[in-house]
């Protein structure tokens, strides 16, 4: 640290400041966004808005309704209208409670992300009070870079530690290293204010050097960082986003389905249709039938009567019935979520077998969470956000599942090594081959033995060999067992590579085609400001140096090795690609999404404490690796390098760079120690290099005793450099340069991510589950494909997209129009089958990776996947196929060999590349240009963003089937999950807490979930960083993990992952009860309005009163409704396909409909209307008979109808006489009673929706027995309360029990029993329906083929 940098922020202070700036922001955000405005007001109420449960047209129902009532109460002389007016004081607290909640409902909504905001300021309040942090718990400074995190060198309590993004504020002095973007607008610490440097937020910190390209080797001095001070505090940028987004989520499709049902069905739709017809059929029996037939009273007719008919229809009670509905469904949830991070089973969730509630932790969750979570759901602070993301209707309707992030949450954060590569001479071949070389009478030459290994799954780093007879090659691989202990993997070289990385971040940026060796985050989005778009799509992220002690460790060393040698020096070396190379450009045009790395080697020298011997290790890109070798180890003596060794070793390293990690190694012993000052400066080397290279090379290749004593005759360092006299050290450029171009080839490591075994698992079940778990991948399309593979996800044809933009026409154009014979020439060069390599390669490997020839590149058919033991003998590199194996050799390699996704695009024999990849559409014309191999995607699949709508509109809808979309940025995957989500896709997005360019997609889903990721590590021996212990507060990683997953409905480490399939399925099991309980109290609600239709069609009285409706509202269908979700969880909910809502309702939707739900209840409202239509005429008989009891002067002669006619009078009477009112009473509440009893039966039904009763009874739903019980008895209580005042009057007709004719209670309490049957025969042809349906939407789900099927 240089003396004049201040020390920087205290923790405390920056915790102050964040909280300070948090605040701030709020309040600005709280005074820009007032919460009842006129718009805001007019929108809420608005019969448009999706989510209104309330709207203008309901209000003024109800007002409307409170009116009738009450006129009806003012004209009305009747006893039974006396009620009424507490049926306007009921209605009028209702309406004002629905208003109210209404209101604060939206302001709770506009609120919610204000309070996450101000409880994470709460708990910023307390960390600052309790957090002691030290150095170890941050993040390593020298931690590999991974996209799914972003840390930057801070100045805080005087050290230099990795903050995480999260935590940086306004006044932090931080590090800015060459080439990383600006986290936020800053400017540079000097003392001198006119040297002062502004930086802007996204700008990425170049310090390029003021230098020509090198022609010959020169000394190159790092690039320095520097220490700027932040203007802002980074966090508040998203916050903003946060705050601004929270109430613009989209509405989920649960809330769709129930504003259809309730607002557009109940209210717009049936209320006015229900209106016109009884006041049209009112009418005309009020003037045309009254005297003839006999009709009501005007009162009933015009008001008593529409009200009692649309009450139902009207929301007086489902709005806050269905906010705590989904308090409580979302708190079982949480319940379940945050029970299973506490306790843990001993059965995985995982296994082949499906996915079924543990009975344990439902238990648990039930009586201890259930209750905290649910009331701080409804009142706005709970944990997670109910009402701008419900995570419970996602979950329960998700259709795509989308992970941002692959390194830490798909994968294990450090890849692991692959395959092993390294040349021998035959001679630890096997015997049958060399009995079979010994009989043809060849001699032994050149063989690439390549040796697999596979991951332990279970543990991060844990390799093994494949192959048994490794062991044979123990001698091969001792020399790169020990470059990894001493280079790789060794703490002291940490710190020097990663200031060279930065250094060669920024010259990378000099070349057009160039790709940093390191892998910085969100490329595409961080060079914008320096480099051309064009050239930002052609940039790949690749690291070359990870921890490989393991593969040491699998060879035979122990970590004690690096005890007995002491490190002298570092050097570091690279070039630059070729500026000029005509053949080069043309090539890279072509392939913009096979680059290679930057070349480039890192080199220690080591002494050997025991013996005093001096050795460099090196290890670097291959090309430059191979340039800088003249011979290779076989195990037992140094061998001179051929041609066609070195193209086998660019053959294999260009290919395994396509898609994984490949890293080259070289030894070289040294006759004289190496100065420490090497280590302060860097080599350059010029791209045309092959001179330089030849110049300094020795004669003879060297003899070498190899460390550890790895040769079996011992040779000093003497014989190998002869006499050596001059001991002084190593510091001249020239002497580095000479002492780097005489190494001896050791092998290369190819390492690849490694998918985690749960997330694969994960992916199976919920394919079984008909979810599409869709990864939006940084990477290329061959680097995603592979792992893709491993995840179990299809990436093959027609199964992935790249988002990526092609480059620009003009710059192709310019390739091609200049110089055109020149051009030709080239291209007759690129697609030669001579085999002969260009000039510019033939003695060296190039200088750029791109700079190779076909057979380099191009899979041929008869190139095999590498095994042990298999390799050939062609010294001399003639023909242009390249078998690395026989073909018998090949056959059984391919077989025996492990499946891995590399391996399956490394041409084996059935495959070649050109029919396994997919980059750009058959409409880029490139037909008549010669490319090394086809980069076509044979699938008419789309290219870039901007063609994804076009071809969903135009072509197919593959694009919303794929699970596999590669060079995405965080703009363009925010562009696609609008696109998903547009064309009906539910869409639950996955990404990393620490990788603040989530925040836009996280605001995009449906709903989010924030990972705190896995972060690597540089060694598997020493820790990423350290928990703090309690006493001392949260670790620095989870406080950022809480601030960037603010917006998201949960947030929880990689390893809790796990239950995520657990709460799937329970929200599946809920919203399936919910969308039961909707459609049951539709149903019912729109049943007592057909009753009252009928009734009036019929000429019938107002077969239920405006209390009685009331009752049916407010207590028996709610009731009856809500013990549908008493239903226990059914794991095989998991197989059936996710329901979306059809965008226009068809013929055969309606007849469905109206076959399940009409054939449903249809019937039973018929046979009420019957019963009630029986007997109103039994007692309209009865009191004919029975007149003179009732009045002294009042005598009926007969019976019209159902009204009775009084003698001497023309007019029947109407049935609200003062001495008939409550014969009808008891008609109605006999009816109701009917209803209420006949809703019960049709309720049986709704219980097991998907099964019939013999094959899962009702029974089974406890809290539905229980309150069918309650109803009818509640029902029965009602109905004598209601009854027993009216029974007293003395001067009233007073019908007996014995009245009601016996066929009535035999219709009566004969129809359930046929009614459970008819309903059954109803459901089965609704689950045949419903599973061709289903299988139907599976057949979809799993098709991917589009216009171009190979079918």
């Known amino acids: 640290m240089v003396s004049d940098i201040p020390p920087g922020l205290a923790s405390t202070q920056a915790f102050n400041v964040l909280i300070e700036d948090i605040k701030k922001t709020l309040d600005e955000m709280e005074a820009c966004r007032p919460y009842f405005t006129k718009q805001k007001l007019l929108w809420e109420f608005s019969w448009h808005n999706f989510q209104t449960m309330l709207d203008f047209f309901g209000c003024i129902v109800i007002i409307l309704q409170i009116i009738l ?7 009305a002389d009747a006893v039974w209208y006396e009620s009424l007016i507490a049926e306007v004081v009921f209605l009028l607290f209702l309406f004002i409670g629905n208003v109210t909640f209404k209101l604060w409902d939206s302001k709770i909504k506009h609120k919610e992300i204000i309070e996450r905001t101000k409880f994470i300021t709460k708990y910023l309040e307390d960390c600052s009070k309790i957090s002691k942090w ?114 613009k989520r989209p509405t989920s499709s649960v809330e769709k389905e129930r504003y259809l049902l309730f607002i557009m069905t109940m209210e717009h739709f049936g209320i006015p249709i229900a209106v016109a017809i009884l006041y049209a059929v009112n009418l005309v029996r009020y003037f045309y039938f009254s005297k003839s037939i006999g009709t009501c009273s005007w009162i009933d007719l015009f008001l008593m009567q529409p009200v009692a008919a649309t009450l139902p229809l009207t929301p007086i009670v489902f709005p806050i019935l269905w906010r705590l509905m989904n308090a409580a469904g979302l708190a079982w949830i949480l319940a379940l979520f945050y029970t299973a991070r506490k306790q843990q089973f001993t059965d995985d ?248 790395p930057f070349p480039h ?286 073909k018998e050799d090949s056959r059984r390699c391919t077989s025996s060999s492990r499946a891995t996704s590399s391996s399956s695009l490394l041409a084996t024999s059935e495959t070649n590349l050109s029919r396994s990849q997919s980059h750009i559409t058959e409409s880029t014309d490139q037909s008549g240009a010669n490319v090394p191999f086809d980069m076509h995607n044979r699938a008419k699949l789309p290219k870039g963003i901007k063609n994804i709508r076009p071809h969903i509109e135009n072509v197919d809808n593959v694009p919303l089937l794929v699970s596999l ?93 796990s239950s995520l399939l657990q709460l799937i399925l329970e929200s599946r099991h809920l919203i399936s009860c919910f969308q039961n309980v909707m459609q049951f109290w539709t149903c019912c609600c729109c049943s007592i309005t057909f009753m009252h239709i009928i009734s009036a069609l019929v000429m019938l009285p107002p077969i239920l009163s405006s209390g009685q409706g009331l009752w049916l509202c407010f207590v028996v269908v709610p009731l009856l409704s809500v013990s549908l979700m008493g239903l226990p969880t059914d794991p095989d909910i998991l197989k059936v396909p996710t329901e979306k809502l059809p965008k226009n309702l068809s013929k055969e939707l309606i007849g469905f409909i109206l076959w399940c739900y009409c054939g449903k209840f249809l019937p039973s409202m018929l046979i009420v209307v019957l019963l009630y239509a029986l007997c109103t005429m039994g007692f309209c008989w009865d009191i004919v008979l029975k007149s003179r009891t009732l009045a002294p ?44 009893l006949y809703i019960v039966v049709i309720s049986s039904s709704f219980v097991c929706r998907d099964k019939h009763f013999w094959q899962k009874s009702p029974l089974c739903n406890g809290l539905w027995i229980l309150m069918s019980t309650l109803v009818l008895l509640f029902h029965g209580i009602y109905m004598s309360l209601t009854l027993y005042d009216l029974e007293n009057e003395d001067t009233m007709y007073k019908p007996p029990f014995s009245v009601i004719p016996l066929s009535i209670w035999l219709i009566a309490f004969i129809w359930p029993l046929v009614l459970i049957a008819f309903n059954e025969a109803i459901k089965r042809n609704e689950v045949r329906s419903k599973f061709r349906l289903q299988k139907r939407a599976r057949l979809e789900f799993g098709t991917k083929l589009g216009m171009n099927s190979p079918f």
């Open 134 to 247: 030290d150095e170890k718990n941050y993040p390593n400074l020298c931690s590999p870079l991974s996209p799914s995190i972003v840390l930057q060198p801070t100045l805080r309590d005087g050290k230099l530690v990795n903050v995480p993004w999260a935590l940086l504020v306004r006044g932090d002095c931080v590090q800015l290293r060459p080439g990383q973007p600006i986290p936020a607008k800053c400017r540079s610490y000097q003392d001198n204010e006119e040297d002062v440097k502004n930086f802007e937020y996204n700008e990425v910190y170049s310090p390029f050097p003021d230098k020509n390209p090198a022609v010959d080797i020169r000394q190159c001095e790092p690039l320095q960082h520097i220490y700027c001070v932040l203007e802002e505090t980074p966090y508040i940028r998203n916050l903003k986003v946060f705050v601004q987004k929270s109430c």
């Open 601 to 886: 080697v890192v080199a220690v020298s080591a002494k050997e404490n025991y013996r005093g011997d001096h050795h460099m290790f090196t290890q670097g890109t291959g090309e430059m690796v191979a340039d800088s070798c003249v011979d290779f180890w076989d195990g037992a003596d140094s061998i001179p390098l051929t041609h066609a060794d070195r193209k086998k070793i660019l053959d294999f390293y260009h290919r395994t760079s396509l898609t994984s990690y490949c890293t080259a190694f070289g030894y070289r012993p040294l006759d004289r120690p190496m100065s420490p000052k090497i280590s302060e400066w860097y080599l350059e080397i010029p791209t045309d290099c092959e001179a330089i290279y030849r110049k300094y090379r020795t004669n003879s290749p060297l003899s070498w005793d190899g460390p550890g004593k790895l040769a079996e005759e011992n040779q000093s360092n003497d014989s190998a450099f002869g006499n050596i006299v001059d001991i002084r050290p190593i510091e001249s450029v020239s002497d580095v340069f000479g002492a780097q171009s005489n190494q001896t080839f050791l092998g290369m490591v190819t390492m690849q991510y490694q998918a985690k075994i749960d997330m694969v698992q994960m992916v199976e079940q919920l394919d079984k589950a008909c979810i599409r778990f869709v990864h939006f991948s940084k990477e290329n399309e061959l680097r995603s494909r592979v792992f893709s593979e491993k995840m179990g996800l299809e990436s093959g044809w027609n199964c992935h997209i790249s988002l990526g933009e092609e480059p620009e026409e003009d710059t192709l154009q310019d390739l091609y129009c200049s110089n055109g014979s020149a051009l030709d020439r080239s291209t007759e060069n690129l697609t030669s089958n001579s085999g002969k390599m260009p000039r510019n390669i033939s003695n060296l490997s190039g200088s750029s990776g791109n700079n190779i020839e076909m057979s380099q590149v191009k899979f041929e058919d008869d190139i095999s996947v590498h095994c042990v033991g298999d390799g050939y003998t062609d010294d001399e590199g003639r023909g242009s196929k390249m078998s690395l194996c026989n």
């Open 965 to 1057: 979309f590669t060079d995405c940025t965080p703009d363009v995957t925010e562009e696609m999950i609008q696109i998903m989500q547009d064309y009906g896709e539910i869409v639950c997005v996955i990404g990393s807490s620490a990788n603040p360019q989530n925040a836009g997609a996280f605001m995009k889903g449906d709903a989010s979930l924030a990972v705190e990721p896995l972060y690597p590590q540089l060694c598997q021996a020493s820790p990423s960083f350290e928990i703090p212990h309690l006493q001392n507060g949260p670790s620095p990683v989870e406080v950022s993990r809480r601030l960037n997953s603010l917006p998201c409905s949960l947030s929880f480490h990689r390893d809790e992952l």
């Open 349 to 596: 969730p995982f296994e082949a077998a499906a996915v079924s509630p543990h009975p344990h932790l439902t238990l648990f969750a039930k009586y201890e969470a259930l209750k905290k979570y649910c009331m701080r759901n409804f009142r706005g602070r709970g944990p997670s956000p109910f009402r701008t993301q419900n995570l419970l209707h996602t979950f329960g309707r998700v259709t795509a599942l989308c992970c941002l992030d692959k390194k830490g949450i798909l994968s294990w954060p450090n890849p692991t090594a692959e395959k092993i590569f390294f040349l021998t001479t035959g001679r630890h071949d096997r015997e049958n081959e060399r009995k079979k070389r010994h009989k043809q009478g060849t001699e032994y030459g050149t063989q690439v033995e390549v040796l697999d290994l596979t991951h332990d799954i279970t543990s991060p780093f844990r390799l093994q060999f494949d192959d048994q007879s490794w062991k044979n090659y123990v001698s091969n691989l001792k020399p790169l067992g020990l470059g990894i202990l001493l280079n790789t993997c060794n703490s002291e070289t940490q710190e020097h590579y990663s200031h060279f990385s930065s250094h060669i971040a920024c010259e990378s940026m000099k070349d057009k085609y160039s790709v940093p060796v390191i892998n910085r985050r969100c490329a595409s989005q961080c060079f914008k400001r320096h480099l051309n778009t064009d050239d930002v799509t052609r940039m790949l992220s690749v690291c070359t140096r990870w921890c490989l002690c393991e593969v040491a460790f699998q060879i035979g060393f122990s970590r004690e090795v690096k005890a007995s040698y002491a490190m002298e020096s570092q050097i570091s070396a690279f070039r630059h690609l070729a500026q000029n190379n005509r053949e080069q450009n043309i090539q890279a045009s072509y392939l913009p999404k096979t680059k290679f």
């Open 69 to 75: 009532i009450f006129l009806a109460f003012e004209y």
């Open 1193 to 1236: 002067n009042v005598t009926y002669e007969q019976c019209i109808y159902v009204y009775p006619l009084e003698k001497g009078n023309s007019v029947p009477d109407n049935w609200s006489q003062p001495e008939l009112e409550l014969a009808w009473f008891k008609a109605q509440h006999y009816a109701c009673f009917f209803f209420v």
